[in-house]
């Protein structure tokens, strides 16, 4: 069969995220760099389709993109890891350190990456600066704005928003990883994953790796945003709120439906995946 049962698919998360566990740091570090800068130009590729129909379901069709060519070549992001790794530790199969210093390490990597991608691509919006932004800066500068001043004149309701709409967002994002392994198929993986990274996008919810690339991307473009606004209004709340989605909702959840039975199948196996 082409699609793992629930026991199986435990085995593959638990063998996934004890293998992403274990990586070196360089290795970790220069996959999370790529990853940074794929789901940079997915978000540029979303903006730009979001741009030309006016309409955010249709934009959002595009966005999967970067996430499954990250899954599909075996690149390390912190919102899919974050869910993986904690399951293999629930399992006993990675102490608590290693999950904490591998999750740091990928997070450091995510934010390099984005930021060169961000760098290179406010660079070509403006001619290197030369030159006002063209509609898709444009829409980054307004889609910054979003992200943080509308969260500051909010206050603390402000703060909470973005923490609970990471929740919702990296539920989704790290259901996306887990698919990734549900499928034997190239198409299946694909399929299986598309689904859950196209719903986060279309309902405007927060990931804290694309906000890594579009909100420094809109500073350098001219958005009057400060990066102690763009942290302290959209990062850290975000970010708590993606590993709370992920942990809690994903790993936790998922682990006490299923994970005690895991048992992986002996022919074929999704586990390659990630």
Not at 153 to 170: E, M, P, R, V
Request: one cysteine or more.
């Amino acid at each position: 069969m082409d699609w793992l049962k629930p026991s199986a698919l435990a085995a593959a998360m638990i063998e996934t995220g004890t293998r992403k566990a274990n990586l070196s740091t360089k290795t970790i570090l220069i996959t999370g760099i790529l990853s940074g800068m794929f789901l940079g130009f997915t978000t540029t590729l979303f903006v730009s389709a979001f741009v030309a129909t006016g309409n955010l379901v249709i934009g959002a069709l595009f966005f999967p993109v970067g996430f499954i060519l990250i899954v599909l070549l075996g690149l390390e992001l912190f919102t899919g890891n974050v869910a993986l790794i904690p399951y293999a530790t629930m399992a006993g199969k990675v102490t608590p350190s290693k999950m904490v210093s591998s999750l740091v390490t990928v997070y450091i990597g995510n934010l390099i990456g984005s930021l060169i991608y961000a760098a290179i691509f406010a660079a070509i919006d403006t001619k290197f600066f030369t030159d006002a932004p063209d509609p898709v800066g444009t829409k980054i500068i307004a889609i910054t704005g979003l992200k943080t001043l509308a969260y500051i004149k909010a206050g603390g309701a402000g703060w909470a928003t973005a923490f609970a709409k990471g929740i919702l967002c990296n539920w989704m994002v790290s259901l996306g990883a887990v698919m990734g392994l549900v499928s034997r198929s190239t198409i299946g993986k694909i399929f299986a994953m598309y689904m859950p990274i196209m719903a986060f996008v279309a309902q405007g919810f927060e990931h804290c790796i694309v906000n890594m690339f579009v909100i420094p991307c809109g500073i350098m473009l001219g958005a009057k945003v400060t990066v102690a606004q763009w942290w302290m209004w959209n990062e850290i709340p975000v970010t708590l709120g993606n590993i709370f989605g992920a942990v809690v909702l994903t790993a936790a959840g998922l682990y006490l439906s299923f994970g005690r039975t895991a048992q992986a199948e002996p022919v074929g196996s999704a586990v390659a995946a990630e």
